[in-house]
């Protein structure tokens, strides 16, 4: 397995603690963009860019986690994803998410992570399009690989508190090869039965873990209430924007 590079500023007794963590190069993009190769021209502008030009927001994606999605309304149309992410503040994470976490992932969409203080802040109608981490957290459905345990843990109990806005943008789950149709929105799991068991397990056994035994470990993490308003779907109401090329999972 490759090292990717990984920073996590970690809190422990008071003290910010960088940890270097390796993690990913493990899990293939789930389609090929159409294409010629890259010319040698192209290889140049590429090597070029990356030796001159500064990247400080992709700097700042020093935080990878691995978990799942559903397209808001279609349960049954799950998949995994990689979110590489840049923690803003106390109160803010932003991610974007990949279908893979090898040099061809396909960039599948966007999350933005809020605090339980900032949700409640919304408006209803804006809630309804947010997700919880409750379950994706005590499960040991949502992990942070490479890291050690006892700084993954201390970023869960963080996590556990927050609710996610997240969209897809390429559906390289329908092996679409390019991003076809519009944004989709997608959710998270709520309760055990409902992720494809198959799907988890084809996780843990390309990152060497074991999500059941993590949701052990986690026993310990106190589980907060779901905040109203979150989760929309599990009340029946389902909002989804309407895609008018049928491209996309349509509810």
């Given at each position: 397995m490759t090292c990717t590079k990984a920073v996590f500023p970690i809190l422990f007794a008071g003290f910010i603690t960088l940890l270097t963590a390796c993690a990913g190069d493990n899990s293939d993009s789930n389609?090929?963009?159409p294409g010629d190769i890259k010319s040698p021209a192209t290889q140049s502008l590429d090597a070029g860019a990356a030796l001159l030009q500064s990247r400080p927001p992709i700097d700042a994606l020093n935080a990878y986690l691995d978990g799942f999605h559903f397209y808001n309304g279609h349960m049954d149309a799950q998949m995994e994803a990689h979110h590489y992410?840049?923690?803003?503040n106390e109160e803010v994470i932003q991610c974007v998410i990949y279908d893979g976490n090898r040099k061809d992932a396909k960039l599948m969409g966007v999350?933005?992570?809020?605090?339980e203080q900032l949700f409640a802040g919304l408006p209803k109608a804006e809630q309804a399009l947010w997700h919880s981490h409750v379950h994706e957290v005590k499960s040991g459905q949502l992990v942070a690989p490479g890291i050690p345990k006892v700084?993954?843990?201390a970023l869960m109990e963080k996590l556990v508190h927050t609710y996610g806005k997240t969209w897809h943008t390429w559906h390289t789950d329908?092996?679409?090869d390019l991003p076809l149709g519009v944004p989709q929105l997608m959710m998270g799991f709520t309760a055990d039965?409902?992720?494809d068991p198959q799907m988890v397990a084809d996780r843990d056994r390309r990152f060497r873990l074991d999500s059941a035994q993590k949701k052990k470990a986690r026993a310990d993490i106190p589980t907060p209430v779901v905040a109203p308003g979150a989760d929309a779907w599990s009340q029946g109401e389902v909002f989804q924007i309407v895609d008018p090329t049928n491209t996309a999972h349509q509810h």
């Open positions: 389609v090929v963009a992410c840049a923690i803003l999350e933005y992570i809020i605090s700084a993954e843990h329908l092996n679409k039965g409902q992720a």
